[in-house]
C-alpha cells in the first residue's frame, strides 16, 4: 500500500529529464536555425530512450507519473525553458510513460 506512494525514483527521473533537456536546450539557441531543429529531433529521440527504458523497469500508478511531471516542470522553469516549451516537453513525456 505505502509503495504506490513512493515516487523518489519517479521524481528523480523526471529531475534527471529536465537537466537534460535544460543542458541540450540552451546549447540549441546558439547554434543556426537548421543545426537547431536537428539537435531538438536528436534530443526527443534521446528523451524517448530515456523514458523506455525507465518505463521498462518501474511501475507508475497516476500518483508517481504527476509526481514525475511536477519535477520536470518545475526543473525545466528553473532551467529557464520557455513556458510553451516547458508544456510541449510536459506533454511529450507524459504521452509517453
Do not use: C, P
Amino acid at each position: 500500500m505505502f509503495s504506490w506512494f513512493d515516487a523518489g525514483e519517479a521524481k528523480k527521473f523526471g529531475k534527471e529529464l529536465a537537466e537534460l533537456i535544460v543542458e541540450r536546450s540552451q546549447g540549441a539557441d546558439k547554434r543556426k536555425e537548421k543545426k537547431a531543429a536537428l539537435g531538438a529531433e536528436k534530443l526527443a529521440r534521446d528523451v524517448s530512450m530515456r523514458i523506455n527504458a525507465f518505463r521498462g523497469g518501474h511501475r507508475l500508478n497516476v500518483y508517481k507519473k504527476a509526481q514525475l511531471g511536477n519535477e520536470l516542470k518545475w526543473g525545466l522553469q528553473q532551467g529557464g525553458i520557455a513556458q510553451d516549451q516547458i508544456d510541449g516537453w510536459t506533454t511529450f513525456v507524459l504521452s509517453r510513460l
